[in-house]
């Protein structure tokens, strides 16, 4: 299972480093994050800060200004430039710095209401390691993306210019590779291919709903169809291995990992 690959890689880069590392773990959507994350908090003994880089999208509000200023595709949360990378810097320095008796609060987005919820995170403590899940953790951008071609209708009708793409790439390059470079390493889990996400995503949409495997309505479907389109591009970035080096898992369309695949690199 996930959740014991991921058990594995932390063990061993707690024990890697002399001081608790603030780790990535990076997936594509509805590949098993979450579940593998719950896993570790439930088996291990291990006591890991975990923070979700969906919990630090900028407000619907903010989102709709950038999409009044910048493109329509900016009301979108998820692409590079949708979250409040400044507040998850300082929630981290929060986390690193505060004692066994501290208290260290964080938001929580609500996907239904899309928008942040009125509860929020909390850890308490000092933990064995810091990390940070999320689809696009160690991702690098590309200058050139405005001016490729476009990977899906998506891009192709609604950014045929590219301004939404070179907004993306700049907003990866300037807020969000830093903070990866202050990452003391990264876990890759690999889906097989881009249509595998769309199956996976489109089950995560049902269980968000409390849907039925297999009740997605049409309308729904169709919007997820289109909703993932906007990660297209970097996903496949991704997996084609144009990230910031760390370990890598390739895992099958059950979501399980393929036999003896972890490859940890320093």
């Known amino acids: 299972m996930i959740g014991d690959v991921l058990e594995e890689w932390v063990r061993y880069t707690i024990a890697d480093h002399n001081s608790i590392p603030l780790l990535g773990l990076s997936g594509s959507q509805g590949i098993g994050k979450t579940t593998a994350l719950r896993q570790l908090a439930d088996a291990s003994g291990l006591n890991v800060a975990a923070l979700s880089l969906d919990d630090f999208y900028l407000r619907r509000s903010a989102r709709n200004r950038l999409a009044q200023t910048i493109h329509p595709l900016c009301a979108t949360r998820g692409a590079p430039g949708t979250h409040d990378i400044k507040l998850l810097c300082s929630t981290i320095k929060a986390l690193q710095s505060q004692d066994e008796a501290g208290v260290a609060h964080w938001p929580k987005f609500d996907k239904i209401t899309d928008d942040r919820s009125s509860d929020e995170n909390e850890f308490t403590g000092r933990p064995d390691a810091f990390l940070v899940e999320g689809w696009l953790i160690g991702a690098l951008s590309d200058p050139d993306a405005g001016q ?71 309308d729904r479907q169709e919007w997820v169809e289109r909703f993932v389109q906007h990660y297209e591009r970097i996903t496949n970035r991704i997996l084609s291995g144009f990230r910031m080096p760390g370990a890598e898992v390739r895992v099958n369309e059950k979501r399980m990992p393929m036999k003896n695949d972890l490859r940890i690199n320093r």
């Open 148 to 218: 490729d071609q476009p990977v899906n209708e998506l891009e192709g009708k609604e950014d045929a210019a590219g301004r939404w793409r070179t907004w993306q790439e700049h907003a990866l390059s300037n807020h969000y590779e830093p903070l990866w470079k202050q990452f003391d390493g990264f876990l890759y889990l690999c889906a097989p291919s881009f249509a595998t996400v769309l199956d996976w995503r489109s089950e995560q949409e049902e269980t968000t709903l409390g849907l039925a495997k297999g009740s997605l309505p049409q």
